[in-house]
């Protein structure tokens, strides 16, 4: 089994308050862009059902996903990432930098970013509780 978490960037608009003077024209709504940073976290486990052997789940600020076909390579990670309460997909591409993983995403439904993360293999009592 393996653990795995990280963050993924996303270039956003959001609505703001700008507070100026009242000779500058007062309180006003402004729009703001910048980039967020969401932190996930997930597990990827074997499944026999599944073409590369391996699947997952994962969980951030959106809501839970599922894996699919998730590939884990020496140098190379690979998975497709669906919200379960959503239709559409996104494609995550990771390269090894050292001990982390440095690369992106990219989905018909969302614009392409940025992503890094760690993955951490645990032995399977890891997911029970202690005794």
Known sequence: ML???GFFFQQRNGLSIAFRSETEGGVGAIIQRGLFKYMYSGIIFPDSESE???AGEMVDIFGESIL??????EHEV???KRYVNR???MAYQ???EGN???GGYSGSAVCNGGAKCIITDVP???FLPPK
Do not use: A, E
């Open 3 to 5: 653990l795995i978490q």
């Open 52 to 54: 590369t052997g391996l």
């Open 68 to 73: 699919s076909d998730v590939k884990v390579g």
């Open 78 to 80: 690979f998975f497709t």
């Open 87 to 89: 239709t559409d997909t």
């Open 94 to 96: 990771f390269h090894r």
């Open 100 to 102: 982390l993983w440095v």
């Open 124 to 126: 399977n009592d890891f």
